[in-house]
């Protein structure tokens, strides 16, 4: 009987665990926004209304920032590169990342304005 219990919880547990959502939150940022960084000034902004992309195994997930920088995108687990298309001439910082299986992952990314 307690056998039987055991198979049965192990069956109904397999399934939730191979199916819990992945993917990756966080804030995006551009900066420098200005040629000189001054105290009291910030030298960076939300990254407001921007899209970059996110690609793994030839296939791209276009991600959107809201008003105040921030995304949230559901993916499979995996090693995906990072791209802005035309948002900065300097890139975007990290230019790659991992997605865990099971969880999200708060990643926080940087985009290089260009502005010196």
Not at 31 to 36: F, H, L
Not at 54 to 70: N, Y
Not at 72 to 84: A, D, F, I, S
Request: proline share 9%.
């Amino acid at each position: 009987m307690i056998r039987l219990l055991l198979v049965a919880a192990l069956t109904l547990a397999a399934p939730a665990a191979a199916e819990a959502p992945t993917g990756l939150y966080g804030h995006v940022t551009r900066g420098p926004i200005s040629p000189v960084c001054r105290v009291g000034y910030p030298c960076d902004a939300p990254a407001k209304n921007t899209k970059f992309l996110l690609q793994r195994a030839g296939k791209g997930t276009w991600v959107h920032t809201t008003r105040t920088g921030a995304y949230r995108v559901r993916l499979q687990p995996g090693r995906y590169l990072v791209t802005t298309g035309n948002h900065g001439p300097g890139g975007i910082k990290p230019s790659s990342v991992r997605v865990p299986a099971g969880r999200y992952l708060r990643v926080n990314f940087s985009i290089d304005t260009g502005i010196r």
